[in-house]
C-alpha cells in the first residue's frame, strides 16, 4: 500500500454535501443508474482522488453494480482511512431520494 492518506469526518461530510448540492449537475451529465448510484458513484471516484489510492488500492467491480455494491466499496475504501472512527454510513443516506 502507499502511503496511507487519511479522511476526517468533517472533509468526508464536505465531499458528501458538495456532492448532493451539485447532484442534478452530475446526474445530468452521468445519467447511467439510478440517482443514488449515480451519487454514489461520484462520492467514490471523489475518495479515490482525495486519497490518492493506487489502482491496487480502487476496488474492483464485475457484474452489474447497484447503490449497495458502490455503499459496500465506499466502506472498503474508507476501513483504515479515517482519521477517527466515524459512521461514514449515516452520510451516504444522503444520496437516497434526492
Known sequence: M???HRISESEFERIVRGIVEDRETIIKHNPIGTREEILLWMLS??????????????????????????REAIGFILKNRK??????????NEFVNV
Do not use: M, N, Q, R
Open 45 to 70: 471516484a471523489s475518495l479515490f482522488s482525495y486519497l490518492s489510492l493506487s489502482e491496487l488500492e480502487t476496488p474492483c467491480f464485475s457484474g452489474s453494480v447497484d447503490a449497495d455494491t458502490y
Open 2 to 4: 502507499s502511503s496511507l
Open 83 to 92: 482519521e477517527s472512527e466515524f459512521d461514514h454510513a449515516k452520510y451516504l
